[in-house]
């Protein structure tokens, strides 16, 4: 999937809020030197990261040039940025950290207990491993946009995030003081148009890249009809969009 860094920057607030809570959980633990940003992208999360551990060299780490172009471009302090593919390369960084970062990022990663596992190799002693993650095969979005993929012949994406029991059984093999928690945000919106424009950023790239332009403004027509009467107009005319996250914080 090919991703744009400027249509997911859009709602770079938005999308930090859950980057902010899961730094709070982990801010006070031992001092951390070393980080990697697992799924870097724009760099949003890794900028978080400088600010609040401000003498930690931070590697961020992303399979998308465009993402690590706009990363780079930051000029980030004590931060490099290095083209990875994690589902088979995450071990030739061959380097060691004392906390492993992941920002929406590990749902794309289909074989989840062989990433836990290199993760944990990646960590010194006592390394933290942190993540948060979109429930996005139970929210309503993601439900009507598969619904609307069959009638246009798109396979439906396969969401390879697990829920917390099947997280904790893996976690417990690699992992010790475990916590795990979900919050689920309610981002205020202008309009639908706003809930289409922030997938556009994530969930809905791979059913677009898949139709050529013609179809893409049908497929988006369509969609906005079968998602009206889930997302009505507030008071005022915003839109709230329910976004599920679930949490999780491991030390090895």
Not at 64 to 75: D, E, G, I, T
Not at 191 to 201: Q, T
Request: glycine share 4%; with cysteine; charged share 25%.
């Amino acid at each position: 999937m090919q991703w744009d860094a400027t249509q997911y920057l859009k709602f770079e607030k938005e999308r930090n809020l859950a980057v902010f809570d899961l730094i709070d959980k982990i801010k006070n633990q031992n001092e951390i030197c070393t980080i990697l940003d697992l799924g870097c992208g724009p760099a949003n999360s890794t900028q978080i990261l400088q600010d609040s551990f401000k003498n930690a060299q931070i590697l961020g780490i992303d399979n998308s040039l465009n993402m690590l172009k706009k990363a780079k471009s930051k000029n980030l302090k004590n931060c490099n940025f290095f083209q990875c593919d994690v589902n088979c390369e995450l071990l030739e960084l061959q380097e060691k950290f004392d906390l492993v970062f992941a920002n929406a990022s590990i749902h794309w990663i289909e074989n989840q207990n062989k990433l836990f596992k290199e993760i944990a190799e990646l960590l010194n002693e006592n390394g933290v491993f942190a993540a948060q993650l979109p429930l996005g095969e139970s929210s309503i979005f993601h439900q009507e946009l598969a619904k609307l993929a069959q009638k246009y012949g798109l396979n439906s994406r396969v969401f390879y995030a697990l829920n917390a029991y099947k997280y904790y059984d893996i976690l417990q093999n690699y992992f010790k003081e475990i916590q795990i928690w979900q919050s689920t945000y309610y981002h205020i919106l202008e309009s639908l148009d706003e809930v289409i424009e922030w997938y556009k950023g994530s969930g809905l790239r791979p059913y677009l890249e898949k139709l050529d332009e013609s179809l893409q403004t049908n497929f988006i027509k369509e969609l906005k009809e079968q998602l009206a009467p889930f997302f009505p107009p507030q008071k005022d005319n915003s839109v709230l969009l329910p976004m599920p996250r679930l949490f999780f914080v491991a030390r090895s």
